[in-house]
Nanobody
């Protein structure tokens, strides 16, 4: 599976961005798809994940109510809609796919098998 992330940029606090992660090589709709982020000097952290087959989503507490993860199976692409952005959301955002069988949503980077390149999101105050 190859993943191509896009959609990052510079936005003012309170603004919105939509990140996209286009998958190729394999249909990902039966897998768990996730977004992680890494701010300068910090560890990579889980942001959100979706499992289309069970219509389930999961978010880290700091983005609940502001971010929405979704997918388009026809395009083999998943998204992260980010609203009400804050300066602390500034980070490199990466998309990931877990192809191994799982009963739930995983939030640790090593639980994911395929990664896209990062896209930088910068939120100015």
């Amino acid at each position: 599976v190859q993943l191509q992330a896009s959609g990052g940029g510079l936005v003012q606090a309170g603004g919105s961005l939509r990140l996209s992660c286009a998958a190729s090589g394999r249909t990902v709709s039966n897998y768990v798809m996730a977004w992680f982020r890494q701010a300068p000097g910090k560890e990579r952290e889980f942001v959100a994940a979706i499992k289309w087959s069970r219509a389930s989503t999961f978010y880290t507490d700091s983005v609940k109510g502001r971010f929405t993860i979704s997918g388009d199976s026809a395009k083999n692409t998943f998204y992260l809609q980010m609203n009400s952005l804050k300066p602390e959301d500034t980070a490199v955002y990466s998309c990931a796919v877990r192809s191994r069988t799982t009963l739930g949503i995983r939030t640790i980077p090593s639980d994911y098998d395929y990664w896209g390149q990062g896209t930088l999101v910068t939120v100015s105050s």
